[in-house]
């Protein structure tokens, strides 16, 4: 018996790449659920966190659609002595 209910069925089980319209959508709505929360009493936030909110939607909103994009800008930011993508099948 296989170990996961999609073994074998031609299904990766990598995780999506979260800035694929899916992705970023659910981001976006779990951001505006936990304002609307905060705002109407519901969910307590420090107000110094507050703002990360913000920082948090503009970091989802400029995700790259693509994830090849994602990850060409990625690339040019780490120190590849240390991530070697070969390591978790990347490029």
């Not at 992705?23 to 519901?42: N, S």
């Not at 939607?57 to 994830?67: D, G, N, S, W, Y």
């Amino acid at each position: 018996m296989p170990l996961s209910p999609l073994a074998g069925r031609g299904r990766s089980l990598r995780p999506q790449y979260p800035g694929a319209p899916a992705g970023k959508a659910a981001a976006l709505t779990a951001l505006r659920l936990m304002r609307d929360a905060h705002r109407d009493g519901a969910l307590k936030i420090h107000p110094r966190e507050v703002p990360y909110l913000d920082r948090l939607q503009h970091t989802v909103e400029a995700l790259p659609a693509k994830e090849p994009e994602f990850i060409d800008e990625m690339m040019a930011e780490v120190d590849t002595t240390k991530f070697v993508a070969a390591d978790y099948e990347i490029g």
